[in-house]
């Protein structure tokens, strides 16, 4: 079983940055494809980053390649997501979750998730 906490979450300004932090409570952490979703109101909850159990493949969806950069510190248990260039749009509850295997975008395919951090970008 592995617990997963989302923190770094906060208000900011168009522009501005934000790092959330994806803490894990188990070692087999370090064996696990991780993921970051995001979810607005009314909308169904979308990939935005993933990252192998390795760190060394990454995968984005084009909404936010070239602004968010995910990373992992197996030695820490935690994955970060670095974002940048922030819209109002990248408004949203952030998630991480895990699955064992490859890095894929499908919400379902993932077995653990976290309890998600609000982000919210104002105009």
């Known amino acids: 079983q592995v617990q997963l906490v989302e923190s770094g979450g906060g208000l900011v300004q168009a522009g501005g940055s934000l790092r959330l932090s994806c803490a894990a409570s188990a070692r087999t952490f370090s064996d696990a494809a991780v993921g970051w979703f995001r979810q607005a109101p009314g909308k169904e909850r979308e990939f935005v980053a993933g990252?192998?159990?390795?760190?060394?493949?990454?995968l984005y969806a084009d909404s936010v390649k070239g602004r968010f950069t995910i990373s992992r510190d197996n030695a820490k248990n935690t994955v970060y997501l670095q974002m940048n260039s922030l819209k109002p749009e990248d408004t949203a509850v952030y998630y991480c979750a895990a699955r064992n295997g490859i890095v894929v975008k499908p919400p379902v395919s993932y077995s653990y998730w976290g309890q998600g951090t609000q982000v919210t970008v104002s105009s």
């Open positions: 990252v192998s159990w390795s760190g060394r493949a990454t």
